[in-house]
Nanobody, 114 residues
């Protein structure tokens, strides 16, 4: 499984970005997809998840600001990030979980300037 994340960049505080992640494998539609992030000097943390059926879950720090969605027909998962804060600065990774298997994309950098 290959995952390709994109959409990161530099944005001012209060701005928005949309991250995208494409998956190469047909198991995508049956997988749980997740976004994680890792800021310098910190551990990777879970940001949001979305099940194959569309049930979502968010870290408390992003609730009400971030929205995860998926398009199973296109093998795509998205993370809409609004009202960005400097503490959202991190490398964002998409993750695919299928049973006991887990796969990671290469990450995309989001930098929020204050």
């Amino acid at each position: 499984v290959q995952l390709q994340a994109s959409g990161g960049g530099l944005v001012q505080a209060g701005g928005s970005l949309r991250l995208s992640c494409s998956a190469s494998n047909r198991i995508f539609s049956r997988s749980v997809m997740a976004w994680y992030r890792q800021a310098p000097g910190t551990e990777r943390e879970l940001v949001a998840t979305i099940t194959s059926g569309g049930t979502t879950n968010y870290a408390d720090s992003v609730k009400g600001r971030f929205t995860v969605s998926r398009d199973n027909a296109k093998n795509m998962v998205y993370l809409q990030m609004n009202s960005l804060k400097s503490e959202d600065t991190a490398v964002y990774y998409c993750n695919l979980e299928f049973g006991l298997l887990g796969f990671w994309g290469q990450g995309t950098l989001v930098t929020v300037s204050s």
